[in-house]
């Protein structure tokens, strides 16, 4: 079984091109998936995110409240720094656990591959779970656009872009480099390319 890695910059489209590798029949490891289940069912994370913010980033139901967090860690500034490093030192160890579970899981039942969708796939160290690394590439002023529709400004975008590595740098560390800037029927067309070439060609 071949396991894909998506890399791109905020909002370049992986999880569409994660739904288009699983029309043909990939298995989707969703590490923005994992990592909420991970706050919402490990209690030892819950109680050091707790320990470390308190009840600032608890929500009304008892939950950890995502968005709260978010704006903890994705502020400007060296404290916001070291939380985000915190918070990542916590999620990415349990995270990648689910996702080894997950993977062992689509193996036994026979999937010919599995697509890695996780934003810091790079940064986490994760590579090395991926047979191929692939890079979804849009220009700025088009994922930016995306984002606003998601109900983020630019400056959150931009907050959100410089907590990643850049662009460049996962360009360069692509095996294969993918442009979702035209049109989905386009995009789709070459991830089937990048289907029939590496995994069942």
Do not use: Y
Request: aromatic share 4%.
């Amino acid at each position: 079984m071949k396991t894909i890695g998506l890399v791109g910059g905020v909002a370049s489209g992986k999880s569409a091109v994660a739904r288009m590798f699983a029309d043909l029949g990939a298995g989707v490891l969703d590490a923005d998936r994992a990592g909420h289940s991970v706050l919402s069912d490990d209690s030892d994370v819950k109680q050091a995110i707790r320990g470390r913010w308190g009840d600032a980033v608890v929500g009304s139901d008892g939950q950890i409240d995502r968005a709260k967090l978010a704006a903890c860690v994705f502020a400007s500034g060296d404290a916001a720094a070291g939380d985000r490093q915190f918070l990542e030192d916590l999620l990415h160890p349990r995270i990648r656990a689910r996702l080894e579970d997950q993977q062992r899981a689509f193996a036994a039942a026979g999937r010919p591959a599995v697509v890695l969708d996780a934003p810091l796939l790079l940064e986490a160290g994760w590579r090395p779970m991926c047979d191929l690394v692939v890079m979804v590439d849009a220009p700025r002023e088009v994922r930016v656009a995306r984002a606003m529709e998601r109900g983020w400004d630019e400056g959150e975008f931009t907050r959100r872009e410089a907590a990643q590595w850049p662009v460049e740098e996962k360009r360069r560390q692509a095996d294969l480099v993918l442009s979702n800037a035209g049109s989905l029927d386009k995009l789709c067309r070459a991830v089937r390319d990048i289907w029939e070439g590496h995994v069942t060609g």
